[in-house]
């Protein structure tokens, strides 16, 4: 059972405008939610997350949104860059756990 | 070294082989973890080690899969009689310690044929 999902596979956006990549999950255990980008060949590489006691939380160009009644979290970016093309995987865990489980992943493309 | 290091970086084998993954985390990194991304599909928790110990390995699909760290350091996932359904990237993992933040190796892609 997939406890994580990102149902949208892929996202074409224009740059300078902005990307929202969307997550849903299903275990009201998950309390620390995390955002990770991973180009071809590579291993994916942290970007942001989220502590379950917050509802937002921003780094530069990238924001995480969290809405625990909807079990529903976003990631913006903007501007988008032609770097951000990349895939986009939303992971969670519970606290105290090491384990994470992760969506299936978002490919995200950025036009000139 | 600086990152996680994972040889070999593609691996095509046939089917009922035998085969070892590598992984050599960043140095001081006492946790490790072994995922496995299979098509269009996250990465899926394999097993973590503490250590030397496998302190978790609910994540291994069946006894064809072991995984070792003697050393605590270089950790080796084995794969038996190696299957079709196998294939996948398989990513290694380390953190400073239980539940810290991962860094990612670049992965092996394993194809079985």
């Known amino acids: 059972d997939q406890q994580v999902k990102q149902n949208s596979p892929s996202l074409s956006v224009q740059e300078g405008r902005i990307s929202i990549l969307n997550c849903d999950y299903t275990?009201?255990?998950?309390?620390?939610f995390l955002w990770y980008k991973k180009y071809p060949a590579e291993g994916p590489t942290f970007l942001i997350s989220i502590s379950s006691i917050k509802d937002k939380n921003e780094d530069g160009r990238f924001t995480v949104f969290l809405n625990k009644s909807a079990k529903h979290l976003s990631l913006h970016i903007v501007p988008s860059q032609p770097g951000d093309s990349a895939v986009y995987f939303c992971a969670a865990r519970a606290q105290h756990d090491y384990k994470l489980s992760f969506g299936a992943g978002t490919t995200v493309t950025v036009r000139a | 070294g600086a990152g996680v290091s994972q040889t070999p970086s593609n691996k095509v084998t046939e089917k009922g082989k035998y085969v070892e993954l590598r992984c050599d985390p960043i140095?001081?990194?006492?946790?490790l973890y072994w995922y496995r991304q299979s098509l269009g599909q996250g990465p899926e928790f394999l097993i973590y080690?503490?250590?030397?110990?496998?302190?978790?390995d609910s994540g291994l699909p069946n006894d064809r899969f072991f995984a070792v760290r003697p050393e605590g350091s270089v950790s080796t996932l084995k794969i038996q009689r190696t299957e079709r359904g196998d294939s996948a990237v398989y990513l290694c993992a380390s953190s400073p310690s239980r539940g810290g933040g991962y860094t990612f190796g670049s992965g092996t892609r394993l194809t079985v044929v």
């Open positions: 140095s001081g990194h006492t946790a």
């Open positions: 080690f503490q250590g030397t110990g496998a302190a978790d």
């Open positions: 275990n009201s255990m998950f309390d620390y």
